[in-house]
C-alpha cells in the first residue's frame, strides 16, 4: 500500500465526517434554502484544507475560487458546485434528505453524490498527497465551487472569461465521475453543444371557429410547414451550411466508439422500441453521436383538453434543441437558422433564442489522459473507458475554450446507483475511497507530465 | 294590419311574459342545473298551447315532441331545445342572468336568444294564426324540443331515427333565425358535415433526454409526418379518393353565392390579417365554402412550460376536424383516412374518432323556400338571404335525411348583437315581434303549398 493510499484509509472518517457536515446544511439554488449559509461553509472548509479563497459576488449565487500552489508551475483545475436538486418528494426517502445517514456501506444525502460527495473527495485527496510529500503539494490545485449548476449555470461561462489569469490552469477534472455497473472508470473526452430556440407563430389575432378552415389561415398548419423545411425523413438538416463546421470522425475516434459497450439491447428494452431511429445500429449507431440533431421538445397551439374544440388556432409555437458537434458554434448555427427561415418564406416567424452552450472536444491523445488511463487501470484494475464525445451537452466548453484548449476529465466517487437528482441519493464508501485513490495520484503525478 | 299581425300585437306581453317565465328557469345541461325542472315547465307550456305532448326518456336529458294536427295533412316541424349554456361569468352580467329583465327595447337572460325566446315566438305565431282560423290549424305543426343541445345533441340524431313516424313532415324550422345588421332576414340552404378525430403517436415508453436525439424515435416528428401527409401546401387533401363524392357547384349555388353579402374587408379586420388563405378573394373566396377542409385543432407533445427542457418526447397527439361537404359521409372519410395512413407507413398511430355530422344541403328551388322569401320581404320589406351552404356543421343532417330530404329553414327572432352563449344574452322585442310576424305567415301558408 502507497503511502498515499495509507493515508486515506487512516482519516477515511475524518473525510465521511465532513462530507456529512456539508451535506447536512441545504443549499436548493431552485428555492434559495440555505444557499447562503452553505457558500460560507463551502469556504470554510476550502480553507481548511489550506487552500486560499476567494467568494466572488455575482447577480446569483456566489462562486468560490480555492487555490493552492505547488511545487510543479503545472495547475490541476477542479469545478464542482455547492448547490442541489431541490429534495421533494421528500416521502420517498428512507432518512431525512438533510440529515445524512450511513447504511450497508452507503452514505446517504441529498447533493452527497450531485456533487458535495465529490469535492470533499477532492480535498481529502489533495490532504493525502499533501501528507506524502511532507506537507507540500506536487502541483498547483485550483477549485472552482459555484452555486448555480442545478439552474444551468447561467453566471459560470462569464464568470470564467472575466477571470482568465485566476483560473489558468493545464487540465481540469469535472464534477463527478465514478465507476460503472460493471466497475469500469469512465470519461468523456467531449460534449455536444446545444442552442435551444422558440419558433413562433401567430396567423391571426385570435382564434376562428374552424368552419372557416377553408379561408382562414391556420398557426398550426404554418408551424408545421415550418418544422418539417428543417429536416428531412432521414433526420438530415436541410438548413444550407449546417453541416460545414462538422469535423469527420478521426481514426482515433471510431477505436474508441468501438471500444464503447454495446448498450443496444437495454436502451431498447428502456425505452419499449424495436429499433433505433432510421434502423441504426452496431458502430452506425455508435458513430451517430457525432450527427448534429434537430429535436422537437414540444409544441403548443390550439385546444388541448377533452373531446373536440372546433377552432383554427391562431397561435403555434414549438421549442427546439439543435445539438451541436464540433466545431459548430451556436451563434453562427442561430444565424444559419434565422437567414434559411426568411430564405424558405417564413419571415412571419419568431425566432427566440432560449439558450445555447458550444461543443467541446478533447484530443484522445493527450499525455493527461494518457495519464489518467494509467492510474486508473492502478487503482481499479480496469480500464479506463473514454467516450469520444458525450451525446449531451455541458458547461465544461466555458473552461475548455477560454482557458486554452485544456483537457477536462470525469473523475470521482459516483456509482451506477448514486441516484442524482432522486430520493435517496447516496455514494457507495468503497467508490468514495476508490475516487479519492484515483484523484490523489492524478495530483500526485500532474506535474510531471 | 292583418288580424294575425293584430293578435300579435295585442298579445305581446302575454308571450314576454311566458318568455320570462322560461328563462327564469336555468337550465344548464353542462351541469344539470334545473334542467329537469325546465323539462317540466316547457311540456307545459307546450300543452298550454294545445299542444299533445309526449316527454322521452334518453340516457341523457328528456325529449319533448308538441303535436297538433291541421286542416291541411301537410305538416311542419320545429326544432328547439330547452337547455342554455352556463351563464359564467356571472360578473359580466348587467343583470342576474336566470332574472330576465327589460331594458331599452329588448329582454335579457341566459337563454333568451338561444333559444326560449325563439321557443315562445313560435308558439305566439302558433296561436296567433289559430285565432285567425277561429281556433283551427291550417297546417300540423310538431315541435321537438331537446335538451343536450348545448352539449352536443348526443342524443337527437338516434332519437329522430326511432321515431320517424310521429316526426313525419313536410319542412322543418330551425331553432333560431333572425336579421342581421341591415335588417335582412336569412337562412342557409344547407351545412357542411364534420368528423372529428384524435391522431396519436407514442414512439418510446417515455420520453428521453434529447442528447439521445440522434437514436431515439421522436413521437413529435412522426406525428408532424403523419399531419404532413395529410394536405399540400395549397391546401389540397392528399387522401385518395376524399374528393371523389364531392358535388360540383350548381349554377344555383354560383348565384346564391354571389349574392351573398361581402364581408371580406370586415373579417381580416376581425382576424388581423392581410389575406385570406391562398390569397382567396371575390367568389373563389365564397366557393371554398365548398371545399372540404383538414384542420387542426390542436397539438399537443412534449414540453410545454417556460424555458427548455431538454426532452425527445414520447407521445404525441393531434385533433383534426375535416368539415365535408355534401355528398361526403363520415364513416366513409373515416375508413379512407385509415387506409390511407396504414399504406403510408404510419400504421403505428392510432386513429380515435370523436365524434362526427353529416352535411346536408336543400334545394333552393323548393316551394318552402320560394314561400318563406316571399313572406320575408312581406314582414321586413327585404329579400331573404339565402346561403347556399353554411361554413359549420349543424346537427340538422338528423332531421332532413331520415325524414324524407325535407327542406330546412332558418327563422326566427334573433339579431346580430344577441350575445348568445355570451354574458348579456338579449333579444330586442321589435325583432320577437317581427320574427313571429314571419313564422306566423309560414303557418298560415304552409298548407297552400
Same mark, same amino acid.
Given at each position: 500500500?502507497?503511502?498515499?493510499?495509507?493515508?486515506? +484509509?487512516?482519516?477515511?472518517?475524518?473525510?465521511?465526517?465532513?462530507?456529512?457536515?456539508?451535506?447536512?446544511?441545504?443549499?436548493?439554488?431552485?428555492?434559495?434554502?440555505?444557499?447562503?449559509?452553505?457558500?460560507?461553509?463551502?469556504?470554510?472548509?476550502?480553507?481548511?484544507?489550506?487552500?486560499?479563497?476567494?467568494?466572488?459576488?455575482?447577480?446569483?449565487?456566489?462562486?468560490?475560487?480555492?487555490?493552492?500552489?505547488?511545487?510543479?508551475?503545472?495547475?490541476?483545475?477542479?469545478?464542482? +458546485?455547492?448547490?442541489?436538486?431541490?429534495?421533494?418528494?421528500?416521502?420517498?426517502?428512507?432518512?431525512?434528505?438533510?440529515?445524512?445517514?450511513?447504511?450497508?456501506?452507503?452514505?446517504?444525502?441529498?447533493?452527497?453524490?450531485?456533487?458535495?460527495?465529490?469535492?470533499?473527495?477532492?480535498?481529502?485527496?489533495?490532504?493525502?498527497?499533501?501528507?506524502?510529500?511532507?506537507?507540500?503539494?506536487?502541483?498547483?490545485?485550483?477549485?472552482?465551487?459555484?452555486?448555480?449548476?442545478?439552474?444551468?449555470?447561467?453566471?459560470?461561462?462569464?464568470?470564467?472569461?472575466?477571470?482568465?489569469?485566476?483560473?489558468?490552469?493545464?487540465?481540469?477534472?469535472?464534477?463527478?465521475?465514478?465507476?460503472?455497473?460493471?466497475?469500469?472508470?469512465?470519461?468523456?473526452?467531449?460534449?455536444?453543444?446545444?442552442?435551444?430556440?422558440?419558433?413562433?407563430?401567430?396567423?391571426?389575432?385570435?382564434?376562428?371557429?374552424?368552419?372557416?378552415?377553408?379561408?382562414?389561415?391556420?398557426?398550426?398548419?404554418?408551424?408545421?410547414?415550418?418544422?418539417?423545411?428543417?429536416?428531412?425523413?432521414?433526420?438530415?438538416?436541410?438548413?444550407?451550411?449546417?453541416?460545414?463546421?462538422?469535423?469527420?470522425?478521426?481514426?482515433?475516434?471510431?477505436?474508441?466508439?468501438?471500444?464503447?459497450?454495446?448498450?443496444?439491447?437495454?436502451?431498447?428494452?428502456?425505452?419499449?422500441?424495436?429499433?433505433?431511429?432510421?434502423?441504426?445500429?452496431?458502430?452506425?449507431?455508435?458513430?451517430?453521436?457525432?450527427?448534429?440533431?434537430?429535436?422537437?421538445?414540444?409544441?403548443?397551439?390550439?385546444?388541448?383538453?377533452?373531446?373536440?374544440?372546433?377552432?383554427?388556432?391562431?397561435?403555434?409555437?414549438?421549442?427546439?434543441?439543435?445539438?451541436?458537434?464540433?466545431?459548430?458554434?451556436?451563434?453562427?448555427?442561430?444565424?444559419?437558422?434565422?437567414?434559411?427561415?426568411?430564405?424558405?418564406?417564413?419571415?412571419?416567424?419568431?425566432?427566440?433564442?432560449?439558450?445555447?452552450?458550444?461543443?467541446?472536444?478533447?484530443?484522445?491523445?493527450?499525455?493527461?489522459?494518457?495519464?489518467?488511463?494509467?492510474?486508473?487501470?492502478?487503482?481499479?484494475?480496469?480500464?479506463?473507458?473514454?467516450?469520444?464525445?458525450?451525446?449531451?451537452?455541458?458547461?465544461?466548453?466555458?473552461?475548455?475554450?477560454?482557458?486554452?484548449?485544456?483537457?477536462?476529465?470525469?473523475?470521482?466517487?459516483?456509482?451506477?446507483?448514486?441516484?442524482?437528482?432522486?430520493?435517496?441519493?447516496?455514494?457507495?464508501?468503497?467508490?468514495?475511497?476508490?475516487?479519492?485513490?484515483?484523484?490523489?495520484?492524478?495530483?500526485?503525478?500532474?506535474?510531471?507530465?
Amino acid at each position: 500500500m502507497t503511502s498515499i493510499d495509507q493515508y486515506i +484509509h487512516v482519516n477515511l472518517q475524518k473525510a465521511i465526517d465532513e462530507t456529512i457536515r456539508l451535506c447536512a446544511q441545504p443549499s436548493v439554488s431552485a428555492t434559495g434554502q440555505g444557499v447562503r449559509e452553505c457558500a460560507a461553509l463551502t469556504a470554510e472548509i476550502l480553507k481548511g484544507h489550506g487552500l486560499e479563497v476567494q467568494s466572488f459576488e455575482t447577480k446569483g449565487n456566489p462562486i468560490l475560487v480555492g487555490r493552492a500552489s505547488g511545487k510543479s508551475p503545472r495547475t490541476l483545475l477542479f469545478y464542482n +458546485h455547492y448547490d442541489v436538486q431541490p429534495p421533494e418528494p421528500l416521502e420517498l426517502w428512507t432518512s431525512p434528505p438533510f440529515e445524512p445517514a450511513l447504511r450497508d456501506g452507503a452514505l446517504y444525502a441529498r447533493g452527497v453524490s450531485d456533487d458535495k460527495g465529490e469535492l470533499i473527495a477532492r480535498l481529502f485527496a489533495l490532504e493525502a498527497v499533501r501528507a506524502a510529500h511532507g506537507g507540500e503539494l506536487p502541483c498547483g490545485a485550483t477549485f472552482v465551487v459555484e452555486g448555480e449548476e442545478e439552474v444551468s449555470s447561467p453566471t459560470i461561462a462569464g464568470f470564467v472569461r472575466q477571470h482568465l489569469d485566476l483560473l489558468a490552469c493545464h487540465a481540469a477534472i469535472w464534477e463527478v465521475g465514478g465507476v460503472d455497473l460493471e466497475g469500469k472508470p469512465g470519461t468523456t473526452l467531449g460534449a455536444r453543444g446545444i442552442l435551444d430556440v422558440e419558433l413562433s407563430v401567430e396567423s391571426m389575432s385570435m382564434d376562428a371557429h374552424s368552419g372557416n378552415a377553408h379561408a382562414l389561415p391556420s398557426a398550426a398548419w404554418r408551424l408545421l410547414r415550418v418544422l418539417a423545411s428543417l429536416k428531412d425523413e432521414n433526420e438530415r438538416i436541410l438548413i444550407p451550411g449546417w453541416y460545414d463546421a462538422c469535423l469527420p470522425h478521426s481514426a482515433r475516434d471510431l477505436e474508441l466508439l468501438a471500444a464503447q459497450p454495446d448498450h443496444e439491447a437495454y436502451t431498447r428494452q428502456q425505452f419499449g422500441i424495436e429499433r433505433f431511429l432510421n434502423g441504426l445500429t452496431g458502430m452506425e449507431l455508435k458513430k451517430s453521436v457525432f450527427n448534429p440533431t434537430c429535436n422537437i421538445q414540444g409544441i403548443t397551439t390550439g385546444y388541448q383538453g377533452p373531446g373536440a374544440k372546433t377552432i383554427v388556432p391562431a397561435k403555434a409555437s414549438a421549442k427546439l434543441d439543435f445539438r451541436l458537434v464540433p466545431e459548430q458554434d451556436p451563434d453562427g448555427m442561430y444565424a444559419k437558422l434565422c437567414v434559411y427561415l426568411v430564405e424558405q418564406g417564413f419571415g412571419d416567424v419568431q425566432v427566440q433564442r432560449i439558450g445555447s452552450m458550444e461543443p467541446y472536444k478533447s484530443d484522445a491523445d493527450h499525455p493527461f489522459f494518457q495519464l489518467s488511463a494509467r492510474l486508473a487501470l492502478e487503482v481499479y484494475s480496469k480500464e479506463l473507458q473514454m467516450g469520444p464525445l458525450a451525446s449531451g451537452s455541458s458547461p465544461i466548453y466555458a473552461f475548455t475554450g477560454p482557458l486554452g484548449d485544456i483537457p477536462v476529465l470525469w473523475a470521482g466517487v459516483g456509482g451506477p446507483n448514486g441516484r442524482a437528482h432522486s430520493p435517496d441519493e447516496n455514494i457507495v464508501i468503497e467508490n468514495f475511497v476508490n475516487g479519492t485513490r484515483y484523484l490523489a495520484r492524478i495530483l500526485d503525478e500532474f506535474g510531471t507530465i
